[in-house]
């Protein structure tokens, strides 16, 4: 049980899929101009991720076990798959979202965070559950961290900023001091 | 830079959206320079932060997605006429990641010290936007020439950002190039540009000071005028 809240943990804050390990940064940088957007984003990221963890831990169980080499191929495959089914449901019950989102709900595909969780949840040899734990937290810190960088964002947006700042340079700034924060909870350890 | 298409004399491809015609050398310079994909586009930022800590990494991403870049675009190009218009995004997909694989295994076997560095970042230029923005805008409309030269010069500016942010980080966060120590015993190595947040900011001050030379050029070409 303490593994399990550890994974948990570990995923949301101190190995942040975002802002410590990279994964996820179109998104991250792409649509996090409303708070609104980036939360349900990050939602339904989430709920990918743990679509993904399923099928990963099925695939790896009983089929790439014989077949180590198509791992890429086929948690892809399997991704594009997710999305597409997530993309139908959600244009089906939530159409605003679905404007709203636009090109990045089909671009959750190649948002490298949902293949990056199938391929550590294998080299770190997961269970069922702890996958589903670790993709809950994966899906949380991702939330969190898109969440963050929207709100600042909402503030600079009203903010009399210098011509140069106005473009991107001064949001990889602002990311770079949320990593900075995040890399505070390096202390408690890294990921078992 | 931009000569006019010598190829008018064969039949114009009927392609929605296609891109205008440009020569080969304008296809390639494109990817470097004005539509560079790090520094102008925005795309690929995950494997650029996560990799450039260090030269030889940022290099060997650079060129492995280079080759992916061509591989995928000579595919895509070649069968740009049989893909079906619904299940295009999946091909592409499958063919990205057909390379992808190939090139995992390549570095695996030739450089397996650089390919443990890279790790899950090696397989996760799958999921690099942009492969299948390449393919989706650009090699699936035009010959096949022009696909193979527009993923060389991508590929190509790819690498030169990667490079130029790892080389930048490295001699800041470690005081050596490629391994090799530049400075004095007497350097203290400035860590915080090999950690995570060093990425960001690392890119985030390029950006800055690039933005800062087109408002300069602009105000003094106002002033010229």
């Known amino acids: ?192 | 830079m931009t000569a006019v298409a010598v190829e008018t004399k064969e039949a114009p491809e009927s392609v929605p959206g296609a891109p205008p015609p440009a020569s080969v050398i304008a296809d390639i310079w494109r990817g470097i320079s004005r539509e560079n994909p790090v520094l102008v586009q925005f795309l690929g930022m995950c494997p650029t932060m996560a990799v450039t800590n260090m030269l030889a990494n940022g290099v060997a991403m650079g060129l492995a997605t280079t080759f992916v870049l061509v591989g995928s675009g000579l595919f895509v190009s070649l069968f740009r006429r049989y893909i079906p218009h619904e299940v295009r995004i999946t091909s592409y997909i499958l063919i990205i990641a057909t390379f992808v694989t190939l090139a995992d295994m390549l570095l695996a076997a030739t450089f397996p010290a650089i390919s443990k560095a890279l790790g899950p970042f090696m397989p996760l230029i799958v999921a690099n936007c942009l492969l299948l923005g390449r393919a989706e805008a650009f090699a699936a409309k035009v010959k096949v020439h022009r696909a193979v030269a527009d993923g060389f010069g991508m590929g190509m500016g790819f690498t030169l950002s990667l490079s130029l942010l790892s080389a930048l980080r490295e001699i800041l966060g470690r005081g050596t190039l490629l391994g090799h120590p530049l400075f004095g015993p007497r350097f203290e190595p400035w860590v915080f540009m090999v950690m995570p947040p060093g990425g960001f900011f690392a890119l985030g001050v390029a950006l800055l000071g690039l933005a800062t030379i087109i408002q300069w050029r602009k105000r003094r070409a106002g002033a010229a005028r």
């Open chain 1, 1 to 192: 049980m303490s593994n399990l809240a550890w994974i948990f943990v570990s995923t949301l804050l101190v190995n942040n899929f975002t802002l410590v390990m990279f994964l996820g940064l179109c998104s991250f940088f792409g649509v996090t101009a409303k708070i609104e957007t980036a939360w349900r984003l990050g939602l339904a990221n989430t709920f990918v991720l743990i679509l993904t963890a399923i099928f990963a831990w099925f695939l790896n169980t009983y089929i790439l076990a014989s077949a180590p080499f198509l791992r890429t191929v086929a948690f892809i495959v399997v991704i594009a798959s997710a999305v597409q089914f997530v993309e139908m449901a959600v244009k089906k019950y939530l159409p605003v979202l679905f404007r709203q989102l636009g090109i990045y709900l089909p671009l959750i595909t190649t948002n490298c965070a949902i293949l990056g969780l199938a391929l550590f949840q294998t080299s770190r040899h997961y269970n069922l559950v702890e996958a589903l734990v670790f993709a809950l937290g994966a899906g949380f810190g991702l939330t969190l961290a898109l969440s963050l960088l929207a709100s600042i964002r909402e503030r600079i947006e009203v903010a009399d900023m210098p011509v140069i700042a106005r473009r991107m340079g001064l949001v990889l700034v602002i990311a770079s001091s949320l990593s900075m924060a995040f890399m505070g909870f390096a202390g408690m350890g890294s990921a078992p």
